[in-house]
């Protein structure tokens, strides 16, 4: 299934308490823990089959504290306190999430930086998304117990749940969450248990993911084997991190708090920090420096004796670009020359990334009102290109930045 970036424009009653979302004429409740968007980064947790707002517990409250970033969570149409869902449900509904209704939700809360964090149901919605939604805000996912094709241990759960539902254990527990405990249970349970859903497989998605991911899982896990966490392992094109948990069930954020949120917190500073944008660029002579020390941390992830392929996905390489292309001219200078020193002499990628600093120092020379300045740097940034054979290299086009060059050396003739 492909999904369009056609976010709709959404009416929200409003982001304060008593948490109303409103999406065209559906009304889900939802929860906000730490920094308003426009403020920090923002993890934005999906839950599970059965889950809901509440039934994240203290676990966004010590993710917010830990990371410094927001927290939202809502409960997806059916769950919670949100409106109820129209079954049964299709059941392709987790696409559906994905592709129609997540969107919107990012949209509505104003989100510029954001990463996905879904539990089973949840991470599989937040892998969809990943792999079908264009988001440019996205920076990573979080998955925990993931689902991507239809297990018989899972199977066998959740008709286990089924019996425990109609006998009235289960459902006194969900009544307590979800003001339609049936119409969560049943949308779920029949969805699952229809014959037709042995064949569910949404595999595919995961070959088009291009954002770092975190994998999750317990050992024990009652509704899924590691198989699934193999998926992301063999056919993820972006980075993938595992994190398996011994004497860990199907909900390692219960199971296992503490080790999750640690892992989960240092893989969100990882991969947020390479979007981290000063207050303002520094242009020297007309306005403040920067603290001394602010791009250490960034800087740090460049070292001497790492592999090409390790400075093309490091944290400072990436904020490079990032501060290239954001207009933050000096700042880029100052995290991309630890990656040209620590790449090998002589060779392509060293004289790219001279390149980027002298593309980046032309344009701060523009800033500085010094237009000779930066028609030299040009020259020599076109020089350092005529040494690159490769039509891509770390990840750049060099076509397009040969005619970006150009564009700016017009600019000031």
């Not at 509704?223 to 595992?242: E, H, M, N, P, W």
Request: proline share 5%.
């Amino acid at each position: 299934m492909s999904c369009a970036s056609n976010w709709a424009q959404v009416a929200i009653d409003s982001m304060l308490p008593p948490g109303r979302l409103g999406l065209g004429s559906t009304v889900l409740e939802y929860a906000t823990w730490g920094p308003a968007p426009a403020d920090a980064p923002t993890i934005v947790l999906l839950h599970e089959g059965l889950g809901c707002v509440a039934l994240w517990r203290d676990f966004p409250q010590r993710l917010s504290e830990m990371t410094g970033f927001g927290v939202f969570a809502f409960s997806r149409r059916g769950y919670g306190q949100s409106d109820a869902a129209q079954l049964p449900r299709p059941l392709n509904y987790m696409s559906l999430e994905a592709c129609e209704v997540l969107p919107q939700v990012l949209q509505a809360i104003g989100s510029q930086r954001h990463i996905l964090l879904g539990h089973s149901d949840g991470a599989s919605i937040a892998s969809i998304y990943a792999g079908r939604v264009h988001d440019e805000h996205l920076q990573a996912i979080v998955t925990m117990a993931p689902h991507f094709f239809t297990e018989d241990i899972a199977l066998r759960e959740i008709a286990h749940a089924k019996l425990a539902y109609e006998n009235g254990t289960l459902k006194a527990g969900l009544s307590r969450y979800h003001k339609d405990p049936d119409n969560a249970f049943w949308g779920w349970n029949d969805s699952w248990l229809h014959p037709d859903y042995k064949a569910w497989d949404i595999r595919d998605v995961v070959d088009t993911i291009r954002v770092p991911v975190l994998a999750i899982q317990g050992e024990q896990d009652q509704y899924g084997t590691l198989d699934q966490i193999a998926v992301l392992q063999k056919r993820c094109q972006s980075s993938v991190d595992t994190f398996i948990l011994d004497s860990c069930r199907h909900a390692p954020y219960i199971d296992q708090a503490d080790q999750v949120l640690t892992r989960v917190s240092a893989f969100c500073h990882q991969h947020m920090a390479s979007f981290t944008t000063p207050h303002h660029a520094y242009i020297p002579g007309h306005n403040q420096r920067h603290p001394e020390g602010w791009f250490d941390d960034i800087c740090h992830t460049a070292r001497a004796g790492m592999s090409v392929d390790e400075l093309t996905e490091s944290i400072a390489f990436q904020t490079g670009q990032h501060y290239l292309e954001s207009g933050f001219y000096w700042e880029a200078h100052e995290v991309l020359e630890p990656v040209w020193m620590a790449l090998p002499e002589p060779s392509a990628e060293r004289q790219l990334v001279q390149a980027l600093i002298q593309f980046a120092n032309a344009q701060l020379k523009i800033q500085m009102h010094r237009p000779k300045a930066a028609l030299r740097l040009c020259q020599m940034v076109r020089h350092h290109l005529t040494k690159i054979r490769s039509p891509v290299l770390m990840g750049v086009n060099i076509g397009t930045l040969r005619e970006r060059v150009s564009t700016v050396q017009k600019s000031i003739k």
